[in-house]
Every structure is written in structure tokens, then in C-alpha cells.
């Protein structure tokens, strides 16, 4: 069955979340695809069809993560990962219900559990390294307005 397939892909959306409103189940999918009535089976089975490609794991995202922070540490080439950490500035200039603040927590565990920096000790150390970490970019107007705020911000000591 659709439902139970989609399931095993995406039981771990905000499994971990306090305030989420509803539990994804099996059932909870098949309802979801009875909206769309007669049509309700083929709606699961092509969402099935290309969940695996799009749908990113919280397992799969820390992969990435670690990945990326890896290649950033060998394309500025640092020896330790400790080094490239402390001379790198990671943007946190999103509104809180934004992805931002959550991919830089899954960061900042991985430092923290694999390198054992906290990043948060680092923050006010100066930096040669600017990065804007995103879940996705459209348009690029979110990063711009970001960025446009942060350059424009009396906080960050540029005028």
C-alpha cells in the first residue's frame, strides 16, 4: 500500500518536534489522499514515485551537513575543522519559523558531538569566512533581504 511506503520515507518528519499538531501514520497519509477522492490512490502512488528523490531525512540532512562542512574545511584549507570553525561567521539572520535556526542546531550538534567545538564559544572571535546556510534557494530574495539587513545592522559594526 502507498500510505505505508510513503510512511517508511517520512516518519521522521518532526518526529522530534514538542509542539507538532498530529502524528504522520499510515492512516493520517491515506486520509490525507482521500481528499482527493477517486483519484486519491493515484495521487499517493506518484507521490511515491518521486518522495525518494525530493524528501530529505533529519539522518540525511546531518550527512549533508557534516559533508558540507568537510568540503568547506578543504576548500579554505584548514588541517583541523576547529581552525576553519573559528574563522568562519555562520549566518543566523532568518525569522525563527524558517529553516535557518534548525540546520545550524544540526550543525552546531555535529561540531559539538564529532569535533567537539561549540561554535557559540567562537562567535566573537574575528572572521575571514562568510556562510549562509539555506534549505533552498528560489529567487534569492530571502538571502538578499537577509544579508541586506545584517550588512545594514549597528550590531555587526559596519556602517
Known amino acids: 500500500m502507498s500510505s505505508e511506503k510513503i510512511h517508511e520515507i517520512i516518519k521522521d518528519y518532526q518526529h522530534d518536534y514538542e509542539q507538532r499538531k498530529f502524528e504522520i501514520t499510515p492512516d493520517h497519509i491515506q486520509k ?59 549566518f543566523d539572520v532568518q525569522k525563527p519559523e524558517k529553516s535557518q535556526g534548525e540546520i545550524l542546531e544540526i550543525i552546531n550538534n555535529i561540531l559539538q558531538s564529532e569535533f567537539l567545538i561549540d561554535y557559540k564559544e567562537l562567535e566573537q572571535h574575528p572572521k575571514k569566512h562568510f ?17 541586506n539587513k545584517w550588512v545594514d545592522s549597528e550590531e555587526n559594526g559596519i556602517q
Do not use: C
Not at 54 to 66: D, F, M, Q, T
Not at 132 to 146: S, V
Open 131 to 147: 556562510i549562509y546556510f539555506d534549505d533552498i534557494l528560489a529567487t534569492g530574495g530571502t538571502i538578499f533581504r537577509d544579508l
Open 32 to 90: 490525507w489522499g482521500n481528499q482527493f477522492g477517486e483519484n486519491s490512490d493515484f495521487i499517493l502512488s506518484e507521490l511515491l514515485h518521486f518522495l525518494p528523490d525530493v524528501y530529505i531525512s533529519k539522518e540525511k540532512a546531518k550527512n549533508l551537513l557534516r559533508q558540507r562542512l568537510t568540503d568547506f574545511q578543504e576548500f579554505y584549507k584548514y588541517s583541523t575543522m576547529v581552525e576553519f570553525i573559528t574563522n568562519t561567521h555562520l
